[in-house]
């Protein structure tokens, strides 16, 4: 090859934005309409192209996560989900993607702004329902979204962080069938919690649950990193399931 010859392909960086929070008991996507071709008027994640050549990708993540959703970057931790470059998924031309996520509770209603025409938060099972028109290879970045969001609550004491400051363990296993996707069978789940030393400690008074009886009381505990594991049972095809003790 001649090397004096030789001149670097042309490729594009963009950042996409992997947002989830718990609404309504159900695990939500950010997304926004695009209001600019390509792909007008379809459901997409926020996320666009670096500004210049010397823009960091994580200040371009929260740059775009400000500009299109109105939500504030510093409030998040954003960390790299992957990065995705099939020649093709842009009609524009090559463009790399490289894709952050970040699991928050009690996030603000998005804002729309620059050249998303709305922004809402949307439940990921519609949004990676057949027949949901999302733009790109979307889809795609949000099922491994949602597959690292349901690791973490295995191995992390991120589901805390959506219960109030004292929660019960009713309410502990919600978040957990809200990510997950399954039923949890209570007495196993139980077992299961008390099982990992440090993921929560009892919180002293009690709180009636639904059927009028008091229910225990905790708050996270000291540990961040679960050992063992809560380990997530296998799902079916229909993602909704029932574990038995």
């Given at each position: 090859?001649?090397?004096?010859a ?7 960086l963009?950042?996409?934005?992997v ?7 159900r695990?939500q996507?950010?997304l926004?309409?695009?209001g600019v071709?390509?792909f ?5 994640l ?6 210049h050549a010397?823009e960091d990708l994580?200040?371009?993540a ?6 299109e959703a ?7 931790h ?9 020649p093709?998924r842009?009609p ?10 970040a ?6 209603e998005p804002?729309?702004g ?5 922004a ?5 099972d ?8 999302l733009?790109?290879d ?6 491994a979204g949602v597959?690292?969001a349901?690791?973490k609550l295995e191995f992390?004491?991120?589901?805390t962080a ?14 957990y069938e809200a990510?997950?996707?399954v039923?949890?069978?209570?007495r196993n ?10 993921f929560?400690?009892?919180a ?11 229910a225990?009381?905790?708050?996270p505990?000291?540990r961040?990193?679960l050992?063992?594991?809560?380990t ?8 909704v ?5």
């Open positions: 090859m001649d090397i004096d030789w001149e670097p392909p042309h490729v594009l963009a950042v996409d934005l947002i989830f929070t718990l609404r309504g008991g695990l996507v950010l926004v309409q695009r071709a390509p007008a008027g379809a459901m997409a926020p996320g666009g192209f670096l500004n010397e994580a200040a371009a929260g740059r775009e996560l400000a500009e109105g939500l504030a970057a510093e409030e998040l954003l960390e790299q989900l992957g990065v995705y470059g099939t093709g842009d524009r031309g090559r463009v790399v993607s490289v894709a952050y996520l699991i928050a509770p009690r996030l603000p804002v729309a620059t050249d998303a025409a709305q809402w938060w949307v439940p990921t519609v949004a990676l329902a057949d027949g949901a028109a733009a790109f979307h889809r795609q970045i949000i099922t597959e690292r349901r690791t992390s004491a991120l589901a959506f219960c109030g400051a004292m929660f019960t363990i009713a309410e502990l296993q919600e978040v990510v997950w996707g039923r949890l069978d209570p789940f139980y077992r299961k919690v008390q099982s990992v030393d440090g929560i400690v009892p002293g008074p009690t709180r009636k649950n639904d059927n009028g009886r008091p225990r009381l905790f708050r505990g000291p961040d990193t050992h063992p594991p809560m997530r049972p296998p799902a079916p095809a229909d993602n399931r029932t574990e038995r003790a």
